[in-house]
């Protein structure tokens, strides 16, 4: 792709992003649906005017990275201790449920296998995929609603990101099956060292960073040096410690979320985010869709797929909330925020093509799955949310 190719399809992109978020918006749905929408129209599945690309789809992943860098610096620190154990338990929940019923699903598709058999290889890995929860699109969708801070909003956001980290070990436990060589202990390790180290270099950086800031209050390094940081630390946690890179990002923004310029650094980011790279990732999952070239053997296992990693989530995280103490829609509302899929569901996916446990012809279905959740769970929450008085929306 030259320059000029991709200059056009930057332009393509942005404009309809925004023309179709507005439009969304106007239709009292959040923008981020839209965006995605956009992209399935301009994409190939319909107009065509642009296709994926390694450039599209590395300014997609900056984009992920400061939406997940500034859904740390948002958070509250004492909300986010308030719900720690909470999303933990709602988070495994997220995970077993879904793994559950995914590997059920195919099995009653393709029969049921004994242990250790190729099609209970790839039976286990459909469930895997069906783990991963994509917390940038409900972090989005939460921030539009103004309910991303609160204990609610705190409480899905955690889950979600202990959500992906548990769904990265499962990933490397199942892969390990056809791999007994595999350092499964090694990866609990190395993310056990991540966090640890996470929080001993939080510490020193915030101290530097809270200097700083009382000395030069309000100038532009101080964002600069952030946006650094978390491209570092994203760097960091997924080259040397195994953990998805949006993990990082989201600990960096935590790490300077109690600055009194945290503030400051927000509006810098949402302006990168808002105009260039935010359109560019929600743009690229329709992007990475073609239905026409939806494989008419697998439709109806494709729609049981959606139905079953839609529900499960629902259900799992839902029922886990209410048994918690969430009460009323609140409860509906963690597991419709639990059910979106995206990037780590792709980053599955395809670790399962490498590894011989999934075959290409099942990946429509993840990107079908992505599609829908992407797009039905801004509209569901945006709907459960209406329904509560202003006092008492993001309530347990």
């Known amino acids: 792709m030259d320059t000029l190719d991709i200059l056009r399809q930057l332009a393509i992109i942005i404009v309809a992003a925004k023309f179709f978020g507005l439009l969304a918006r106007k239709c009292k749905a959040p923008q981020v649906a839209g965006e995605i929408i956009a992209g399935l129209l301009i994409g190939p599945s319909l107009f065509n005017l642009v296709e994926p690309s390694d450039f599209l789809a590395g300014m997609a992943e900056i984009g992920v990275i400061i939406l997940m860098f500034t859904a740390g610096l948002e958070t509250n620190i004492s909300d986010l201790k308030k719900t720690g154990v909470k999303a933990t338990i709602i988070a495994c929940t997220g995970v077993f449920t879904p793994l559950l019923c995914g590997t059920l699903l195919y099995m009653a598709f393709y029969g049921f296998s004994a242990i250790g058999t190729e099609t209970f290889y790839r039976a ?161 999952i329709g992007l990475q869709t073609n239905v026409r070239t939806l494989d008419m053997t697998i439709l109806w296992f494709s729609l049981a797929f959606v139905a079953v990693g839609l529900l499960s989530k629902v259900v799992g995280c839902g029922l886990t909330a209410r048994v918690l103490g969430y009460k009323g829609h609140n409860a509906l509302k963690v597991g419709c925020g639990m059910m979106t899929r995206g990037e780590v569901a792709l980053i599955v996916a395809q670790r399962g093509l490498k590894a011989d446990m999934l075959e290409p012809a099942y990946f429509t279905a993840v990107i079908l799955l992505i599609i829908v959740s992407s797009i039905l769970t801004p509209l569901l929450l945006k709907a459960l949310y209406a329904k509560d008085p202003p006092e008492e929306a993001g309530q347990a």
């Open 124 to 284: 286990i890995f459909i469930g895997t995929i069906l783990t991963a929860t994509s917390v940038s699109i409900t972090v989005q969708t939460l921030r539009e609603l103004g309910k991303l801070q609160g204990e609610l909003g705190q409480t899905i956001m955690s889950a979600a990101i202990i959500d992906d980290v548990i769904g990265i070990i499962v990933l490397t436990v199942v892969i390990g099956f056809k791999k007994p060589d595999a350092d499964v202990t090694g990866v609990l390790l190395r993310t056990l060292a991540f966090f640890a180290l996470a929080i001993v270099l939080g510490i020193i950086i915030y101290k530097v960073f809270k200097w700083y800031d009382n000395k030069h209050p309000h100038t532009r390094r101080i964002p600069i040096i952030g946006i650094a940081m978390a491209f570092a630390l994203s760097y960091v946690a997924d080259k040397y410690f195994g953990v998805a890179d949006i993990t990082g990002a989201y600990v960096a923004g935590v790490i300077l979320c109690s600055l009194q310029d945290s503030e400051y650094i927000t509006q810098k980011m949402d302006i990168n985010s808002y105009i260039i790279f935010g359109p560019v990732f929600f743009c690229s």
